[in-house]
């Protein structure tokens, strides 16, 4: 069962009212929409998805609380244009971007390094680039790349060289046959500290999906698309994902340094957008849902 992370925390921060314009950017399972739902009986909630098992679930539950909703499905790399072609402004939007429990514990998805699957770990299921494109055609350099940039991996050479090895025999095409080539290629020592998959298997979903640039791309668009009062509230899993949305955050929300020294700074020059607020997971939260260890929600508001 999905857990959504940071739920009340993200709710309370979108500021809803009775008559609020809301984009849920990650719908998933419909965690966050549903509650964000319940409390805008004359708003409207606007959510995005690109899973068709994840939308069908989702629709069922949202139309038991009631029909003021509108799925919308594609990846949120096309929020602008998509919600331009509906309304002009909005008063929250909503990303949280982990990945769904139903979508890491259905084995054939392939994002699981615990159960046998093949090689895919695409959110799109139509796109056809999957992880066994990553795994069987990467050089050795373009692999060690993304499991150092987006896994943060250590041993991401010698995890590289292992797979470069391996496929020469034959191709790999599960995800437990990956992840005993990556066990192989790491250190006794290292493999007593967690699964040593972890981190590669995360390296290759952001590189299948071009998560970071989606997020920057969308999280951009969302900026332009709020209104003055609204809000886009931010949950991230990864310290790349967060580091972007920090960095974004700053530099909305503050005033260009040349600038910062004169006694009245211009209209123009004012920062748009003020942070709200940086929120990590209670203990309690934590004890209940191992996987909300890593999330941040950040909190931005739109002053100008």
């Known amino acids: 069962m999905h857990e ?39 708003g409207y909630l606007y959510a995005f998805d690109q899973d068709k098992e994840a ?29 331009k072609k ?16 139903p979508q890491l514990d259905e084995a054939d998805r392939g994002f699981s390094f615990h159960k046998d699957a093949p090689l895919d770990m695409r959110m799109d299921q139509t796109q056809t680039f999957s992880a066994y494109d990553v795994v069987n055609t990467y050089s050795k350099n373009d692999l060690t790349k993304i499991f150092k940039t987006y896994g943060e991996e250590k041993y991401a050479s010698s995890i590289a060289e292992g797979i470069i090895k391996a496929r020469a025999n034959k ?7 990956l992840a005993e080539i990556i066990k192989d290629n790491v250190p006794e020592k290292y493999r007593r500290m967690g699964h040593p998959a972890r981190k590669v298997f995360q390296a290759i979903r952001i590189e299948v999906n071009d998560e970071l640039n989606v997020f920057e791309k969308a999280l951009r668009d969302a900026l332009d698309l709020i209104n003055i009062g609204g809000r886009v509230c931010v949950i991230t899993f990864h310290s790349l994902e967060d580091r972007i949305c920090k960095h974004i955050f700053g530099e909305v929300s ?21 942070v709200i607020a940086n929120i990590k997971p209670s203990k309690e939260e934590i004890e209940k849902n191992n996987r909300s260890r890593s999330a941040r929600l950040r909190v931005i508001e739109r002053s100008l």
Request: glycine letters at 4%.
């Open 254 to 274: 503050s005033t260009p340094k040349e600038l910062q020294n004169l006694p009245i700074i211009p209209d123009e020059y004012k920062p748009k957008f003020k």
């Open 171 to 177: 191709e790999i095409k599960t995800t437990l046959e």
């Open 55 to 83: 939308i069908k679930e989702a629709d069922k539950k949202l139309k038991s609380i009631r029909d003021n909703y509108e799925i919308i499905n594609t990846n949120f790399v096309n929020l602008k244009e998509e919600i």
């Open 86 to 101: 509906r309304t002009n402004k909005v008063d929250g939007i909503l990303f949280d971007l982990g990945v769904s429990s």
């Open 4 to 42: 959504s992370v940071l739920l009340t925390e993200s709710i309370n921060n979108l500021n809803l009212n009775d008559k609020s314009i809301i984009v849920d950017c990650t719908l998933g399972y419909a965690g966050h929409s549903s509650q964000i739902l319940k409390q805008i009986p004359n």
